[in-house]
């Protein structure tokens, strides 16, 4: 058997940008993610927002900042997401 790579399987996680909507709680951060899609009948596009609870261990994001996360393992009863990287720090 060939040896793999043990990351070949996190390629086929959900990644989603979105923005940092709270850092209030330790090492969690909520972040909001927009997603446009047409309404199913009249076309017009809608945008509908999904809350993320993000793990963030050493507690840097800040409101406002523009992060990329992906899909993890549950790590509480909320959290599902992990910080990839930080696009852009808010000003």
């Given at each position: 058997?060939?040896?793999?790579?043990p990351t070949?399987?996190?390629?086929?996680?959900?990644?989603?940008?979105?923005?940092?909507?709270?850092?209030g709680m330790?090492?969690?951060?909520?972040?909001?993610?927009?997603?446009?899609?047409?309404?199913?009948?009249?076309?017009?596009?809608?945008?509908?927002?999904?809350?993320?609870?993000?793990?963030?261990?050493?507690?840097?994001?800040?409101?406002?900042?523009?992060?990329?996360?992906?899909?993890?393992?549950?790590?509480?009863?909320?959290?599902r997401w992990?910080?990839?990287?930080?696009?852009?720090?808010?000003?």
């Open positions: 058997m060939a040896e793999e790579n070949e399987d996190r390629n086929n996680r959900k990644v989603r940008e979105g923005q940092v909507t709270s850092d330790d090492k969690t951060a909520v972040v909001t993610v927009i997603t446009r899609k047409p309404h199913p009948r009249y076309k017009k596009t809608m945008a509908r927002t999904t809350r993320l609870y993000v793990h963030d261990e050493e507690n840097t994001l800040k409101v406002g900042d523009k992060v990329r996360v992906a899909e993890t393992r549950p790590l509480s009863k909320l959290k992990r910080i990839v990287e930080v696009l852009e720090r808010a000003k």
